[in-house]
């Protein structure tokens, strides 16, 4: 399989491209992503599952793999981790009683921490 990372190749070293990145993840990776899998998605499927511990549980995992697999663009370990990020920002929105700007912050911090890597060619 092909690097699936080759692509940021061009980020390293250019602060315009990494600026505009920035933006676009935080607009479309955090805020985006966020009001789909968690605001929408995770309301929508404990609106079909009992009262209880298992009416989190469920959709919280329903919704984490749908996120994986939407980025199954990416390496296979990529898809994990995703579903797997997908479940803690779930989580978390469950627990910060669904207000879900502090999932759009979290995954926008993720999304931040990781584009410098890029740029400055340590992908």
């Given at each position: 399989m092909e690097d699936s990372f080759s692509d940021l190749a061009e980020l390293e070293g250019?602060?315009?491209?990494?600026?505009t990145i920035l933006v676009g993840t935080w607009t479309m990776g955090a805020m985006m992503e966020e009001m789909v899998f968690r605001g929408y998605?995770?309301?929508r499927l404990q609106d079909l599952f009992l009262k209880g511990e298992r009416r989190?549980?469920?959709p919280v995992i329903f919704s984490a793999l749908l996120f994986g697999f939407a980025h199954a663009v990416f390496t296979p370990i990529f898809v994990i981790l995703t579903f797997l990020q997908g479940v803690l920002l779930g989580s978390l929105y469950i627990y910060c009683r669904k207000n879900l700007w502090f999932s759009i912050i979290a995954h926008g911090t993720?999304?931040?921490?990781?584009?410098p890597l890029a740029l400055f060619g340590m992908y």
């Amino acid at each position: 399989m092909e690097d699936s990372f080759s692509d940021l190749a061009e980020l390293e070293g250019n602060l315009s491209i990494y600026l505009t990145i920035l933006v676009g993840t935080w607009t479309m990776g955090a805020m985006m992503e966020e009001m789909v899998f968690r605001g929408y998605l995770i309301n929508r499927l404990q609106d079909l599952f009992l009262k209880g511990e298992r009416r989190a549980a469920i959709p919280v995992i329903f919704s984490a793999l749908l996120f994986g697999f939407a980025h199954a663009v990416f390496t296979p370990i990529f898809v994990i981790l995703t579903f797997l990020q997908g479940v803690l920002l779930g989580s978390l929105y469950i627990y910060c009683r669904k207000n879900l700007w502090f999932s759009i912050i979290a995954h926008g911090t993720g999304i931040t921490a990781r584009i410098p890597l890029a740029l400055f060619g340590m992908y």
